[in-house]
């Protein structure tokens, strides 16, 4: 069962990836899809903050589909947002909520868990968090923040013995790259 809903997870994750990198809307669909998938195989293996960060991706995926149709929350904004870059102060709340993040969760997976990869799972997932919250906001530079997530959840995924799963995080590496680069251009066209 484990392959099958790897293979899903695999396929869906390529769908979600093509659709942020064209900063589509339908990459919330995805979002809503593939934690599920992930739970299960997540839980199965003892990474455990990941298993639990999915239920996260699950309520930033609705606010990400609203933010990103209608520009926030408030019902008088209607129109869609636009790909901007962050501030400083948002860079530097980020990186703080990172570190915080990362500090507790991998408090929380040494101490209360049987998790053999307390460190870089708790790192991954307190990255991932601020990742999918600067996405909700289309900031472009959620594509950095990806670029590190990605690589890391590679190695990890391979360790701990999946078989598609570090592929599949070793491409999203490669194309957040390139991702990065796309909503730069795309960014300058919403400009005009």
């Known amino acids: 069962m484990d392959t099958a809903l790897e293979i899903t ?10 659709w942020e990198y064209h900063a589509d809307r339908r990459v919330w669909l995805a979002s809503m899809i593939m934690p599920a998938i992930s739970m299960w195989l997540y839980f199965s293996k003892g990474i455990y903050a ?14 990400g589909y ?14 869609p947002l636009r790909i901007s870059h962050v501030t400083v102060g948002v860079c530097a709340g980020a990186v703080g909520a990172t570190v915080l993040l990362w500090m507790l969760l991998a408090w929380i997976l040494k101490n209360f868990t049987d ?26 530079e959620q ?8 690589a890391v959840s590679a190695f990890l995924y391979a360790y701990k013995g999946l ?9 999203y590496t490669v194309i957040a790259i390139f991702g990065y680069r796309k909503w730069l251009r795309l960014m300058k066209i919403e400009a005009r």
């Open 66 to 79: 609203i933010v990103w149709k209608h520009g926030g929350m408030c019902k008088k904004k209607k129109k």
């Open 50 to 63: 990941d298993f639990t960060i999915n239920i996260y991706y699950l309520i930033i995926a609705v606010y």
């Open 9 to 18: 997870g695999f396929i869906i994750g390529i769908l979600y990836l093509w």
């Open 143 to 150: 594509w950095l923040a990806w670029l590190i997530v990605d």
């Open 115 to 140: 998790s053999t990869v307390p460190y870089i799972d708790g790192f991954t997932t307190a990255l991932s968090i601020v990742g999918m919250w600067m996405m909700a906001r289309k900031y472009a």
């Open 163 to 171: 078989v598609l799963y570090p592929i599949l995080y070793a491409v």
